[in-house]
Antibody, heavy 116, light 107 residues
Framework: QVQLVQSGAEVKKPGSSVKVSCKAS????????ISWVRQAPGQGLEWMGR????????NYGQKFQGRVTITADKSTTTAYMEMSSLRSEDTAVYFC?????????WGQGTVVTVSS | DIQMTQSPSSLSASVGDRVTITCRAS??????LNWYQQKPGKAPKRLIY???SLQSGVPTRFSGSGSGTEFTLTISSLQPEDFATYYC??????????FGQGTKLET
C-alpha cells in the first residue's frame, strides 16, 4: 500500500512558477507510473503528464508541453510537478497519481491559486 | 492528443436504477481505458482498468466494457453512495493520456 502526501497550498503571482511535491511511502517507488492531474474550480479532471521512473520517460499533454516539468527522485521517493509562467487559469487543485496495472493511489491534492 | 467524448454530461437516476455512461475515443485505443468516480472535495477513485477489469474492493455492480473507440461503464443497481461524477481516462501508450468531460450522476 502506497501513501502519498502532497505539499501545501500555494498562492502565486501571474508569471511566476510553482513546484508541487508528492512524497510516497510504502510500496516500490519505481514500480509505478506517476501522473499529475489538475481540476480547476467546478471543472473536470485534466491530465497534465506522466513519468515512468524505471524508464526515465516523461510525456506531457499538448496543452502543458514546454510549461510543465515532471520529475521523480528515487532516493527520496518524491515526485514533483513544476509549472512556469502561471496565469489565473492555472488556479486549480493539483493531484499526483501512482498507478500500476492493478493498483491506483492518489495524493490529497494541492490547491494552487494564481492571483495578482 | 486523443480526444475522449463522454456522454451524457449529467444523468438523473434513482436508487436501484441501471445506469450506463459512454466514452468514445477519437481513434482506436485498444482497451487502454479506465473509469473513475469522484466525490466533491475528494481525489478520484479508480473503478475499472483496462476497460473491463474491476479494481480490487470496488462493488461488483460496477462493470466496464468496450474496446477500440467505444466504451461503457454500467452500474447495475444504483446505490445512494454512487451519486458522484464519473470520468473515463484513455491511456494509450503512444500518446498523452486524456480524460472525458465527466458525467455527473444525480438523484
Amino acid at each position: 500500500q502506497v501513501q502519498l502526501v502532497q505539499s501545501g497550498a500555494e498562492v502565486k503571482k501571474p508569471g511566476s512558477s510553482v513546484k508541487v511535491s508528492c512524497k510516497a511511502s510504502g510500496g516500490t517507488f519505481s514500480s509505478y507510473i506517476i501522473s499529475w492531474v489538475r481540476q480547476a474550480p467546478g471543472q473536470g479532471l485534466e491530465w497534465m503528464g506522466r513519468i515512468i521512473p524505471v524508464l526515465g520517460t516523461v510525456n506531457y499533454g499538448q496543452k502543458f508541453q514546454g510549461r510543465v516539468t515532471i520529475t521523480a527522485d528515487k532516493s527520496t521517493t518524491t515526485a514533483y510537478m513544476e509549472m512556469s509562467s502561471l496565469r489565473s487559469e492555472d488556479t486549480a487543485v493539483y493531484f499526483c497519481n501512482f498507478e500500476s496495472i492493478s493498483l491506483d493511489f492518489w495524493g490529497q491534492g494541492t490547491v494552487v491559486t494564481v492571483s495578482s | 492528443d486523443i480526444q475522449m467524448t463522454q456522454s451524457p454530461s449529467s444523468l438523473s437516476a434513482s436508487v436501484g436504477d441501471r445506469v450506463t455512461i459512454t466514452c468514445r475515443a477519437s481513434q482506436g485505443i485498444r482497451n487502454d481505458l479506465n473509469w473513475y468516480q469522484q466525490k466533491p472535495g475528494k481525489a478520484p477513485k479508480r473503478l475499472i482498468y483496462a476497460a473491463s477489469s474491476l479494481q480490487s474492493g470496488v462493488p461488483t455492480r460496477f462493470s466496464g466494457s468496450g474496446s477500440g473507440t467505444e466504451f461503457t461503464l454500467t452500474i447495475s443497481s444504483l446505490q445512494p453512495e454512487d451519486f458522484a461524477t464519473y470520468y473515463c481516462l484513455q491511456q494509450n501508450g503512444n500518446f498523452a493520456y486524456s480524460f472525458g468531460q465527466g458525467t455527473k450522476l444525480e438523484t
